[in-house]
């Protein structure tokens, strides 16, 4: 017995059949696609996939990395030079975080949106979450 039938991102099927849940190919020649096909000529319906609604936060862990040159490139055409972003880590209280800043700075090739450094840097910088987002999103065409 089919309880329920969804479709999922790729196209396959998620069904619980017979209290099992189970992917099904969305293939006639798969005999649980022939039992949905029946279910289906019988009124029901596998329902459509829905694309999740993601939070903010879950949408900027989801941002691609961005390089050194991108990151720097974006800053200066926004307004924010170099020397500020050296000046708020500078700026920072002696210890292992200025130190790991220093080191991110001067040495990271790529630069992930939620990286603590970089949140650190921002906050100094009083960008707001969507202000950083905007020039992620600018430095992933540069």
């Known amino acids: ?35 949905l096909a029946k279910w289906e000529a019988e009124g029901n319906a596998i329902a459509p996939y829905v694309e999740p609604i993601l939070t903010p936060e879950e949408q900027r862990a989801q941002m691609p990395p961005i390089t050194k040159r991108q990151l720097r490139l974006t800053l200066v055409r926004n307004g924010i030079s170099l020397g500020q972003v050296e000046q708020s880590i500078a700026a920072m209280p002696d210890g292992l975080e200025k130190q790991e800043a220093e080191i991110e700075w001067q040495d990271a090739s790529q630069f992930n949106r939620l990286h603590p450094t970089l949140l650190l840097v921002a906050t100094a910088l009083s960008l707001t979450p969507e202000q950083i987002d905007a020039m992620w999103e600018t430095a992933l065409t540069v």
Do not use: L
């Open 1 to 35: 017995m089919i309880e329920s039938a969804k479709y999922t991102k790729y196209g396959s099927i998620i069904a619980v059949i017979d209290g099992q849940e189970m992917t099904v190919p969305d293939d006639m020649a798969n005999r649980h696609r022939i039992m």
